[in-house]
Nanobody
Framework: QVQLVESGGGLVQAGGSLRLSCAAS????????IAWIRQAPGKEREFVSA????????FYAHSIVDRFTISKDDVRNTMFLQMNTLKPEDTAVYYC???????????????WGQGTQVTVSS
């Protein structure tokens, strides 16, 4: 089993920054790809970014590639999403998810955290 706990969401003005954290635990977490997936009200889940824990390869959605940065801390088993130049359209619940594939399809992720709300005001 893998447990994921997100933190760091909140309310920020457009143009501001937030850093999300995902604390991961479980025997196999370092063999997985850990992703951020968001869901805005009334919309489908949307892939944001992912990192392969073993290789360090990073993946980004086109909509955020110049503004968000994903990283990890191997000592603390924590993954981060630094979000800069936030826009109102970034408002969503952000979920940390883990799975066995390097994928931008939310359906391929097997383990999910509870989510953290990010609200960007205009």
């Amino acid at each position: 089993q893998v447990q994921l706990v997100e933190s760091g969401g909140g309310l920020v003005q457009a143009g501001g920054s937030l850093r999300l954290s995902c604390a991961a635990s479980g025997r196999t977490v370092r063999a997985l790809t850990i992703a951020w997936i968001r869901q805005a009200p009334g919309k489908e889940r949307e892939f944001v970014s992912a990192i392969n824990w073993r290789t360090g390869n990073k993946f980004y959605a086109h909509s955020i590639v110049d503004r968000f940065t994903i990283s990890k801390d191997d000592v603390r088993n924590t993954m981060f999403l630094q979000m800069n130049t936030l826009k109102p359209e970034d408002t969503a619940v952000y979920y940390c998810a883990a799975g066995g594939l390097d994928s931008d399809d939310p359906e391929t992720y097997d383990y999910w955290g509870q989510g953290t709300q990010v609200t960007v005001s205009s």
